[in-house]
């Protein structure tokens, strides 16, 4: 049976973190899918759409991934897209203990779906969307931290923004 996977995330923004974890699944598992989680409860520096487009673009020469995005629970959405697996990555001890929750949460709700694990890269065990977002409003340079596509739009979202 071909494997679906699904990595789940907000993706705000898709860093090189994400896109190592991206390109070391995609030989395991015959189809992958980038799940963008609608989360109303964090506050997001792009829309659900623009960071659809910016990871397609990203991710246009890659065969075998689709980008979309779900409301509610992951392994609801991972039964509707036949994903019987669910990828994470982890970068240190601190995400270990959430990721470690979340696991045990998801199997309890749907045992018929695995989550693995990739651990994170060395050239990126230090980089999320966070301090990505807080290096680039600081005028840091963010080119070595994300995809090119992706840096050229947070830098065109902040010019657009006025500076608080
Ligand atoms: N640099 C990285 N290396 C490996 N895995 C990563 C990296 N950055 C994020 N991930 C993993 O990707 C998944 C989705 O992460 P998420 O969208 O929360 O990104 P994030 O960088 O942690 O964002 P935020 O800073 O907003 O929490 C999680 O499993 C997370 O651990
Ligand atoms: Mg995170």
Do not use: W
């Amino acid at each position: 049976m071909p494997l679906t996977a699904l990595y789940p995330g907000s993706f705000d923004p898709f860093t090189n973190g994400h896109l190592g974890v991206t390109e070391r699944a995609l030989p395991v598992v015959d189809k992958l899918i980038l799940g963008i989680a609608r989360n109303a409860r964090k506050r997001s520096m792009f829309t659900v759409e623009e960071r659809i487009e910016m990871i397609r673009a990203t991710l246009a020469h890659h065969e075998h991934v689709s980008v979309c995005s779900f409301e509610g629970l992951t392994v609801d959405f991972a039964d509707a897209c036949g994903a019987s697996v669910i990828i994470r990555g982890l970068r240190a001890v601190a995400d270990f203990e959430y990721e470690l929750q979340m696991a045990n949460m998801n199997r309890k709700l749907n045992p018929r779906v695995e989550t693995l694990f990739m651990m994170t890269s060395e050239e990126y065990f230090f980089v999320s969307s966070q301090n990505v977002k807080e290096v680039a409003r600081l005028d840091g340079n963010i080119s070595g931290l994300v995809p090119p596509i992706i840096a050229d739009r947070v830098l065109a979202k902040l010019n657009s923004q006025p500076k608080d």
